[in-house]
């Protein structure tokens, strides 16, 4: 059986990404921010690894992601569930920043067959738009449902 080849997985959090590498062992933690991205493409650099795996996680990975593959790795952007899933089907109940950076990792060297999809600029704005959207219809919807039993004072009679 050939030798995996190596891969870092990124937990996007809103504040700091977390990484992990597969195989082996590696840990590393850096800023979301531009100056952490350009960090990051150096570590994953000195170490000679070319792909990398994020988690979808509402929009955080974005800013890292282009940063990576401005860089020339080769980034998958990967359904949480599908993570979760492989998680608990290796027996990894545990979830923090770092184990999930660790199984992310794990996944992508399995995922490597996968054809990798472009990021849509047009496509990511027209999801925020209707993910604004949606949220603005529910409020709405919210509100109105709230005004019907609220007192009359509080209606504006």
């Not at 940063?67 to 979760?84: C, E, I, K, M, Y």
């Not at 998680?87 to 990792?105: S, T």
């Not at 919210?142 to 039993?149: F, M, S, T, V």
């Amino acid at each position: 059986m050939p030798e995996p080849e190596r891969a870092v997985g990124i937990d996007c959090g809103k504040d700091f990404l977390d990484v992990g590498v597969f195989p082996g062992a590696g840990q590393h933690r850096v800023a979301n921010t531009p100056e952490g991205h350009r960090e990051l493409v150096a570590w994953i650099a000195e170490r000679g690894i070319g792909v990398a795996g994020l988690e979808a996680s509402g929009g955080y990975e974005r800013p890292v992601r282009n940063a990576l593959r401005a860089a020339g790795v080769s980034v998958r952007v990967f359904d949480p569930t599908r993570v979760r899933h492989f998680a608990k089907a290796k027996g990894r109940r545990a979830k923090n920043d770092r184990l999930d950076a660790a199984v992310i990792a794990e996944f992508t060297a399995t995922q490597m067959a996968e054809p990798l999809l472009p990021a849509d600029p047009a496509r990511e704005e027209l999801a925020s738009l209707i993910k604004a959207r949606r949220l603005l219809v529910d409020k709405r919807a919210d509100l109105g449902k709230g005004g019907l039993h609220a007192p009359a004072a509080a209606q504006g009679r």
